[in-house]
């Protein structure tokens, strides 16, 4: 069965470095998105995104976030200038259309910042 | 603001038994549900979801009813295995995003063997 894949599993950086997570969505998905877990808290959206825009952004999504679709195949989230709080598991997901259509998420990427 | 609520924090059943999860619902916007499963540090599992058009859907083990007259749902799973033991979500869905998602704390189910 088709799946998203996320890499790197594990990802530590310093605080104040630049951070790229990187996912393949399911390749007839046109829905991408990212949420994020904080240790002990619940799963919680950051950023949809279709036909190469944002479709929608929590209030977490601040300019230190942006999303990106280099290629056909690849979606990052890029996260500019790391600080503590950012630590958590970062889930991306995909679903094939908008609306009565389950997302279909990855096992996440745990970004640690130190 | 709690649109959706998972009264059981967890449920305790035996190998083969049925599993009951119910879920409550607020926005009579929803018209899309979920059920994921989770296990810790890893991606929530889509198990089965209903659109507000149908009170059933089913797919093998697993059934979701939907009552939307009361904004209730509920997940049975038979048999319960062992290997379902994780966090389970009711996720809704519909209004003004499909995608932007609200997870709940959820319901941990244990299945003892």
């Known amino acids: 069965e088709p799946e998203v894949t996320q890499t ?7 605080m104040g470095q630049e951070v790229i997570l990187r996912c393949v969505p399911i390749s007839n998905h046109l829905y991408f998105y ?16 279709y036909n190469n825009e944002i479709s929608e952004k929590s209030e977490i999504f601040d300019d230190q976030f942006s999303v990106e679709r280099p290629d056909g195949s690849n979606f990052t989230l890029k996260i500019r200038s790391t ?19 389950p997302l279909h998420f990855g096992n996440g990427t745990r970004l640690t910042v130190t | 603001d709690q649109q959706v609520k998972q ?3 967890s449920l305790s059943v035996q190998e083969g038994r049925i599993s009951i999860l119910n879920c409550d619902y607020t926005n009579s916007m929803f018209d899309y549900f979920l059920w994921y499963k989770k296990y810790p540090a890893e991606g929530p599992t889509f198990l089965i979801s209903i659109s ?34 994780a966090v389970y979500f009711c996720v809704p869905a519909g209004g003004t995003s499909y995608g932007k998602l609200t997870f709940g704390q959820g319901t941990i189910l244990t299945v003892h063997p």
């Open chain 2, 7 to 9: 009264n059981s924090p």
């Open chain 2, 52 to 85: 507000s058009i149908k009170d059933k859907n089913e797919d093998g083990r697993f059934t979701v009813f939907l009552n939307k007259s009361a904004k209730h749902l509920s997940l049975h799973i038979v048999p319960s295995q062992p290997g379902d033991s």
């Open chain 1, 8 to 14: 790197p599993s594990h990802q530590v950086t310093q």
């Open chain 1, 34 to 49: 990212w949420y994020r877990q904080i240790l002990g808290q619940k799963v919680e959206f950051l950023v949809s995104f």
């Open chain 1, 83 to 101: 600080k503590l709080e950012d630590s958590a598991m970062y889930f991306c997901a995909s679903s094939i259309r908008v609306a009565n259509s």
